[in-house]
């Protein structure tokens, strides 16, 4: 899952990210590497994907600060087997 998240930041952040490398404990915000608007890219990624449902009023954005938080938030938001 982080794997694929990570994918998906380096394509559609590509501009933002520039020769940087990023890994999945780069913080996206402070790098100005995601911005209010990406989160809302990266919001439907992750519905789409993954099948969650995440609603922006009900998290915080640190939340989504760094791929290894993001995978962490959608493995709380997945369906429980049962």
Request: proline share 5%.
């Amino acid at each position: 899952m982080e794997q694929t998240i990570l994918s998906f930041v380096r394509a559609q952040f590509k501009a933002s990210i520039g020769r940087a490398s990023i890994g999945p404990e780069t913080p996206l915000f402070s790098t100005g590497i995601v911005d209010s608007f990406g989160v809302l890219e990266l919001i439907a990624f992750l519905e789409q994907t993954f099948g969650v449902e995440v609603d922006p009023a009900r998290h915080a954005l640190q939340e989504f600060d760094t791929v290894a938080k993001i995978a962490a938030l959608v493995a709380r938001l997945a369906p429980k087997a049962s």
